[in-house]
């Protein structure tokens, strides 16, 4: 099963062979017991960084936290992080701890890890090193804290974001008492910086059991995203829906794709429903102008998780557009491109698709919303025009003609590009130069 590759083999051979002890650790162990291959691989150790780069010397090395302990090995191409066997001393703000301490116990750098099924080790030499029981708990399907899990939140509250990640990732069920601290301790969180926050919500939300932990862990997710907070226990009222709004909310993050801002779309997509609510005089509800609000809170909530812009902008289109009418019309879909740019069209159907997969399937539009995509993919391979930059003039063209940079040309190109697309004129030069001389009264 452990057919490690070899340049880590190497790594840890050189080390045993200088009389140190060395094991993979963490992840990777929790990975490979998976049969999932792991993302990388860390290594653990009894000699001190100095011993470690003495080691290696004439192989490739960046000291890359020399104080925590931690060396890089670079060996073929794979950069492996090789870390002195380490107490973490005191913790500041629940945060990371101020001074780390090394030492010579395998069991008390283990002891230092987040959950069982990350505090295991291997080696070829010794086989599996597994104090806290992280192989049963592996089997079982278990997040399980190492220690006392008030003490270990308040030492480091990210483990709460990564104890309910790890649990999506994995469709991991978390134990008793782990669980129970996680809603005693979720305040914590406030102390933890934006992006830590952010890496282990984006990879919450890719989890395979993103819906339930959404669901189960609301009150987690709210401390760090407020917008979401008047979600909860809120009935949609309305015959397009027939979930409340937090459940249907959750269903179609799982419905979407597993991508960073499709995800976050989803997630925030109706979060401004409760206060765009109104109550017809049937008794119905209806939220007029949701998508709007929900995109403005969104902008504020993902900003403030100081992701990168491209994901923010990408997430906050999405749910602005989520709801926005477009028929199954060639017209329509090549305006629709033209507006989103194909790209943001075709993760706004994804998104479309996902949303309408969590109402009501008595109004279910997914015929159309199939359709709207076979007609966007052949409209963008025959090559027919659905932008300015496709018109058979340009700006330089209409210039010759006489229409005056700025303004009033960007209203002619917008004008042209409408009468193609409605199939008033032929996108052709000649064709196009002497409609607009016909209609647009641009004679100079
Ligand atoms: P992934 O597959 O996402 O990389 P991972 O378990 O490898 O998961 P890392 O963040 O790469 O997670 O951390 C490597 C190891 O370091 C973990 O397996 C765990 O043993 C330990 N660790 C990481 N973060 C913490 C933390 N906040 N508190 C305690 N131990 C931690
Ligand atoms: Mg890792």
């Known amino acids: 099963m452990f057919n490690l590759p070899h340049q880590v083999d190497f790594a840890l051979n050189k ?105 295991m080790a291997f080696s070829e030499k010794t086989g599996i090193v597994d104090p806290f029981g992280g192989e049963a708990d592996l089997q079982n399907k278990i997040i399980r804290s190492v220690g006392d899990a008030d003490r270990r939140f308040n030492e480091d509250a990210l483990r709460i974001m990564r104890a309910i990640r790890f649990a999506s990732v994995l469709g991991f ?11 005693k301790n979720k305040n914590l969180l406030k102390n933890i910086s934006s992006e830590r926050i952010a890496a282990e919500l984006v990879k919450l939300l890719c989890g395979k059991n993103a819906k339930q932990i959404i669901v189960d862990y609301f009150e987690v997710l709210e401390v760090i995203l407020p917008e979401i907070g008047k979600m909860k226990n809120f009935n949609q009222n309305n015959p397009h829906h027939i979930y409340p709004l937090l459940e249907h909310t959750a269903i179609a993050v799982e419905n979407t794709p597993a991508e960073p801002p499709l995800r976050l779309a989803m997630l925030l997509h109706d979060c401004g429903k409760p206060d765009a609510l109104t109550i017809d005089e049937q008794g119905v509800s209806h939220f007029y102008g949701h998508p709007e609000i929900s995109a403005q809170k969104a902008k504020a ?104 940079a700025g303004k009033e040309l960007g209203k002619a190109l917008d004008f042209l590009l409408n009468a193609v697309i409605n199939e008033k004129v032929e996108n052709k030069k000649e064709n196009l130069l002497s409609y607009l001389k016909e209609k647009g009264g641009f004679n100079s």
């Open 15 to 119: 080390l045993i062979a200088a009389g140190y002890e060395a094991f993979i650790v963490g992840g990777c162990v929790r990975d490979i017991l998976r049969q999932k291959a792991p993302s990388d691989y860390d290594i653990t150790t009894s000699a001190e960084p100095e011993q470690t780069k003495a080691v290696f010397e004439g192989e490739k090395i960046i000291e890359t936290g020399l104080k925590h302990g931690t060396v890089t090995l670079l060996k073929d191409g794979m950069p492996l992080e090789i870390t002195t066997y380490r107490i973490d001393g005191a913790y500041a703000d629940n945060r990371r701890p101020t001074s780390v301490q090394f030492t010579k116990s395998l069991t008390e750098d283990l002891a230092r890890r987040d959950f069982t099924i990350n505090a």
């Open 173 to 183: 069920k978390i134990e008793e008492s782990t669980k129970k601290s996680i809603f």
């Open 301 to 404: 909530a993902l900003s403030r998780l100081k992701l990168d812009n491209a994901t923010v902008n990408l997430a906050v289109e999405l749910i602005k557009h989520h709801d926005a009418d477009i028929t199954p019309t060639e017209k329509s879909v090549k305006k629709a491109l033209n507006k989103y740019t194909p790209e943001v069209f075709f993760k706004l159907l994804e998104v479309k698709m996902a949303d309408n997969l969590a109402q009501n399937p008595k109004y279910n539009r997914i015929d159309e919303i199939k359709a709207l995509k076979t007609m966007a993919t052949e409209i963008i391979n025959k090559n027919d025009c659905y932008s300015i930059k496709q018109l058979a003039v340009n700006g330089r063209d209409l210039i010759n003609i006489g229409i005056p």
